[in-house]
């Protein structure tokens, strides 16, 4: 049978050590470090597509939310104790409450969180450019959070952000997307119960400078020194800046600054993020960058205040605003914190899935089983009118989690119908995989290209080779800095890997970056009791 890894020892989320089941011990080593071992870090601080990121402190511990468009399950929760090194402990919700997103719905769905904790409570607001705004809380992130709340019915309204004022009052910060509504540009305060579950007024748009600050968005309301802030970036994701906004009453009028810029860094955007204060008062704003294939990668940035103005990152003199920086002192926290990164490998062992994974529609218990210490893929039907995996739902996913890396699994496939199938493969716009499929006489390896701006048939198919055997097949594929990636492929343990293809470009999907995948799906209308049983996944 093929490799089989025991259950490895977790340190915040890293595989510290792993060992295989014949005892051998695997080399130790991180795909990404931000931690630099030496009171510095390194941006990003997340090699991974958490998009949209927003933070809080409680005590000395810092919590990052990011958002998850159609993916499940939705709105991940990392936590850190020093901003700097990151664990995933939990997601808000399981799914959308919306049976639509049982199908595959590129880039809808939750579209940018804010993540707040007051009066005793972790809030959690967040914009369905289709359905409106919602809300979940909890007392406990690594727990249960209440079901998705929807605060306003609404098309078009995007980014919302909750602020409690001194004197109990309520609001709520949001932003307009276009697609939907059919202008954008603008920011609208609405007055909210202070219990966050209605709004209490239409609201009126605070801000509007399409000249200075076209596609202004993804607003975070404070208050500092009896000013009302809105942190907001502008001018579009790839090559936009950080705007902010103050007044001396939440309904404006607003003066503008832009608070941070490319400049001479490698940083492009730099986009939308969040400001979060240290128990010693180090003020530090957590952003994202625009990686292409490898999604919006999550920055770190120190921030000072001049004149009642924060300046983010370095600041450079000539210009008057911060510039990103590549590498910095790690913030000032009480205790002593190992090196951490999210985990990636899986060997399938606890019980549950690992909280790195997600579904590309609203997951489905019918999709899979853990069990003997491997994950049972199980060969379900396309839904109605799926001809490709591009739509596909049952393919479970991880994000890319460094510039190089390799990623293999072991399977055993066990297809019952002509038509029962496994892919391994890369994901987005365009998209490159292996496919195994039972087909009326013999089993068939083929490698799958597909792209969703082709008419149908979106994918074309090569046929590789006919099984020999059907357990302990052997997937890897290896991505190189920039993203060009190879597939290989072997059928057991002691031969060796041989390149499947020619190498292909990683490209992003709508709103994400490329996804590593992994699923068994019938590719017709028939029930099968086909599976395949995956027994590890590893990054390295």
Known sequence: MGIRLIKPLILNGLNISQLNKEGHKMEDRFIWKSDLGNGRYQNPILYADYSDPDVVRVEDDFYLIASSFNMSPGIPVLHSKDLVNWSIINHVTVDFPDSSYDRVRHGDGLWAPSLRYHDGWFWMFIGCPDEGIFMSKTKDPNGTWIPLHLVKKANGWIDPCPFWDEDGKAYLVHAFA??????????????????????????EIIFFDEERHPTIEGPKMHKRN?????????GGVEFGWQTVLRSRSVWGPYEDKIVMEQGDSITNGPHQGG?????????????????????????????????????????????????????????????AVDITVPATSDDFSGGNLEKQWQWRGNQKQEWYTLKDDSLILFCRAQPLGVHDLYDTPQILTQKIPAPSCTFETVIDFHGEQPGDSFVFGMFGY????????????????YLMNGDSDQSFPREKRERVCAMTNHEDLYFRLELKDGGECQLFFKERKDAQFEPIGSSFQAVKGHWVGAQIGIGSFHEQARKSDGFTRVHSFWIN
Not at 178 to 203: N, T, Y
Not at 226 to 234: E, H
Request: with cysteine.
């Open 275 to 335: 400001w979060v204060t240290t128990e010693d008062g180090e003020d530090w704003f957590i952003h994202f960058q625009d990686k292409g294939p490898y999604g919006r990668v999550t920055h770190l940035q120190p921030m000072q205040w001049q004149d009642d103005w924060p300046v983010i990152g370095q600041l450079d003199p000539s210009t008057g605003r911060g510039v990103p920086v590549t590498e910095w002192q790690k913030p000032n926290v009480s205790s």
């Open 430 to 445: 365009q998209y490159s995989g292996l496919v195994v499929t039972k087909e009326a006489k013999e089993t068939i390896l």
């Open 226 to 234: 009896g000013f009302y802030y809105i942190f907001a970036p502008a």
């Open 178 to 203: 276009r697609s939907r509504i059919g202008f954008k540009h603008r920011l609208q305060v609405c007055e909210m119960a202070p219990d966050g579950e209605s709004l209490l007024s239409e609201g």
